[in-house]
């Protein structure tokens, strides 16, 4: 099965219209680490780490197969993107 370019973006940008705004997380525990979600939808935090690895991992542990996972920044220090 071929699937064209446009018709894998519309594909695409109809998941991410059903996406839910973003939280804010401002936990201090959760400054400077990873955390990860079962989806972009379901935002309770499976797990956290300081490193994207092994928060993954443990999420996996939980049974979740495909794990969203973000780097919460610290509040005292700047970041460039």
């Known amino acids: 099965m071929v699937i064209r370019s446009g018709a894998f973006r519309k594909v695409k940008m109809a998941k991410i219209r059903k996406i ?3 939280t ?11 955390i990860a979600y079962r989806s972009l939808n379901d935002r309770k935090i499976l797990a956290s780490s300081s490193d994207a690895g092994r928060a993954m991992a443990s999420a996996r542990k939980k049974g ?17 993107y």
């Open 24 to 34: 804010l997380v401002t936990e201090q525990k959760y400054q400077g680490k990873y």
């Open 64 to 80: 979740v197969s495909e794990p969203v996972v973000v780097f919460v920044p610290n509040c005292e220090v700047g970041y460039m």
């Open 20 to 22: 839910k705004p973003q």
